[in-house]
């Protein structure tokens, strides 16, 4: 009967550290999923990376849209105006009032890697990262009460069936949270898949034109929005959903993106 019982326990004590094993095992890989410690720019694997999204060598090497910038588009701009405009704001009907980037967007860079991850690699956790870093960066002046609502660029339903996820969602969601501002999704509806940008300013705005609708108008009545998205490429779908939210007697229309293009390497998929 002893020899029974200390079998017993002997069998329990190896069966509870095996259990145990499995169990900080099952922790670390909880953990690692939650805050990945690959670098979604090189693929360096150590701790620093940790709740980021890119290593500090990646980080580091990020290019911020340079100063100064168009106060109203965000491009940046050797000569403003006297009003601190580049010359297609001084001269044609601007619907966002004031549009800023985080990031430049190149085709061959760790941060472009890093956003076509969160994009197509099914990496959603890298919002987290990303929003935090868009949120450091925000300008000075800016502050969460400047606006009432923050509101993501929409992919059309056949997009978010394949992927599983609005990218432009999820960093409207962990920046509200952030800044203490609702993030409410399906704000706005993507009613088309539009294709790849190309060609002139105009065909670009036609390409969109009628591609969004706003859900219920009550939502955006008399709010200030704060419209995310992660790569501006042509700014025609901005400029569109802008249009929409104002057309819904929004009050006003700010955009944020974590990266925009300023050479012809946009990845082709958005606008
Ligand atoms: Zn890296
Ligand atoms: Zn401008």
New binding site residues.
């Given amino acids: 009967m002893k020899r029974a019982a200390e079998k017993l326990t002997g069998a329990s004590v190896r069966g509870v550290k095996r259990v145990l094993t499995a169990g900080i095992a099952l922790g670390q890989g909880a953990l690692d999923c939650v805050y990945p410690r690959v670098c979604a720019g090189c693929g360096a694997c150590d701790d620093s990376v940790r709740g980021r999204a890119l290593c500090p060598v990646c980080a580091d090497s990020a290019a911020r849209v340079p100063s100064p910038v168009?106060n109203?588009?965000g491009?940046p701009i050797t000569h403003p105006s006297g009003q601190g405009?580049?010359s297609?704001?001084l001269t044609e009907r601007q619907y966002i009032r004031h549009c800023r980037s985080i990031f430049v967007y190149d085709g061959d860079t760790p941060l472009a890697r890093a956003i076509l991850a969160f994009k197509h690699g099914g990496t959603a956790g890298l919002a987290i990262d990303f929003a935090e870093l868009m949120a450091a960066q925000l300008p000075a002046a800016a502050s969460a009460s400047d606006w009432d609502l923050l509101v993501a660029v929409p992919i059309h339903a056949s997009r978010f069936r394949q992927r599983g996820y609005n990218q432009a969602q999820l960093l409207a969601g962990q920046l509200g949270k952030r800044l203490g501002v609702p993030s409410p999704a399906a704000v706005l509806l993507r009613q088309r898949a539009t294709p790849p940008q190309h060609g002139s300013r105009a065909q670009r705005r036609r390409n969109v034109r009628g591609a969004f609708a706003v859900r219920r108008t009550a939502q955006v009545k008399d709010k200030r929005i704060l419209l995310i998205d992660d790569v501006l490429t042509t700014g025609a779908t901005l400029r569109e959903c802008a249009r929409m939210l104002l057309n819904a007697a929004a009050a006003s229309v700010d955009a944020l993106t974590l990266a925009r293009v300023l050479r012809r390497s946009a990845p082709s998929q958005r606008s």
């Fill in positions: 168009c109203c588009c491009i405009v580049c297609v704001c």
